[in-house]
């Protein structure tokens, strides 16, 4: 399936990507006693909303095409993308993934961050 590659992908090249799909979380939520302020969150809750607004634009494209060479022409796109993303909320992927993993840790933390979320979703 061309979606699930583009996922992998991303995991690996940009994000480790826990953040793309939900359920490839499971890597990086080892460790939930990740401190995070709430200006790496809200920085955090950017970069989240615009990675799915990123996912939506590829998705389709990705499974439609059957030539692995425009599969993987999107899929470097889609990852360039993702990659100026994190840059400009000035998160690196690996603190990215630590925060997802905080975030899906802690109840509370995912509330914050959800609230942070839906006024981003609201700003687009």
Known sequence: MRISAIVK???LAVLGVAFICGSSLALAQGNSRT???DQELT???KAYTEVQQIR???EPSLQKTKD???SARLQNEANTKLKKTLDKQG???DRYNKIYA???ANEELRRKALKIVEQERKKS
């Open 9 to 11: 992908s991303l995991q």
């Open 68 to 70: 692995a060479k425009e």
């Open 35 to 37: 401190q995070v302020s």
């Open 91 to 93: 998160l690196s992927i």
């Open 56 to 58: 939506s634009q590829y």
């Open 102 to 104: 905080a975030v899906n």
């Open 43 to 45: 920085a955090f809750a």
